[in-house]
C-alpha cells in the first residue's frame, strides 16, 4: 500500500505541476478561453491511462504457470528501469522543466490554439499516467490488488490537494526536498521490484 501510494503521489504531483504551469501561463496571456481544453486533454488522458491499467491486469490474470512468471518478472523488471529512468530524468531537468513548459504552451497558443492546448496536457498526463499503470501492476504482485487500489487512490487525492495548494496560495512547497527524499525511496523501491523480478524468472527456471 505504501509503495503504491508513494508512486501515485509522485507521478500525480509530477502531472499536477504540468497542467498548473500551463494553466499559469494562460491566466498571464489572458488566454483563460482555452483552460477547457487543457482539463479535457488532462481528463481524456486519465481516462486512457485508467483503461491502460484495467487492461495490463486483466492480462496478467490470463497467465498461468510458468507463463505467469515470466510475465511478472518483465512486468517487475521493466518498472524497475522505467522508475530509474524517470528518476535521474526529473533529477536533470527539474531545474529548467518550468521554463520549457512555458515556451510550449505560449508556442502553442500562439501557433494552433485549442488543439495545441489540448495536445500538450494530454500528452503530459498520458505520458505519467501510462507509468502509473506499469508501476501499479508491478506493485500489485507485492501486495494485494485492494491495498494497491485504496494506495493509489489516496495517492492521487494527495497529489490533487497538493497541485491545488501549489496553484492557488502565494506560499511555495518545498518540492526540491519533495523530490529528493521520494527519489530515495523510489530507488529503494526500483531495487526490490529488480529483486522480485529475478526471483520470478528464477521460479521460471530462466
Request: net charge neutral; glycine share 8%; proline share 0%.
Amino acid at each position: 500500500m505504501l509503495a503504491s501510494f508513494l508512486l501515485s503521489l509522485r507521478e500525480g504531483l509530477e502531472a499536477a505541476l504540468i497542467i498548473g504551469i500551463v494553466l499559469g501561463v494562460l491566466l498571464k496571456l489572458k488566454r483563460t478561453d482555452l483552460n477547457k481544453s487543457v482539463w479535457l486533454g488532462a481528463g481524456i488522458a486519465a481516462l486512457i491511462s485508467a483503461i491502460a491499467a484495467i487492461a495490463l491486469n486483466l492480462l496478467g490474470m490470463k497467465f498461468e504457470g510458468r507463463a505467469e512468471e515470466i510475465f511478472e518478472g518483465i512486468a517487475m523488471l521493466l518498472a524497475a528501469g522505467v522508475l530509474t529512468w524517470m528518476i535521474f530524468w526529473m533529477h536533470n531537468s527539474a531545474a529548467s522543466l518550468k521554463e520549457e513548459i512555458e515556451a510550449k504552451t505560449q508556442n502553442a497558443v500562439l501557433e494552433k490554439g485549442s488543439k495545441a492546448i489540448f495536445a500538450l496536457a494530454f500528452l503530459a498526463v498520458f505520458r505519467e499516467g501510462i507509468e502509473l499503470a506499469l508501476f501499479l501492476l508491478a506493485v500489485q504482485e507485492t501486495s494485494s490488488p485492494a491495498q494497491t487500489l485504496i494506495g493509489a487512490l489516496t495517492g492521487l487525492a494527495g497529489a490533487a490537494v497538493l497541485g491545488w495548494m501549489l496553484f492557488r496560495s502565494t506560499s511555495k512547497l518545498n518540492l526540491r526536498s519533495f523530490f529528493r527524499v521520494t527519489n530515495v525511496l523510489l530507488i529503494i523501491f526500483a531495487a526490490g521490484l529488480v529483486a522480485y523480478g529475478v526471483h520470478e524468472f528464477n521460479e521460471a527456471g530462466i
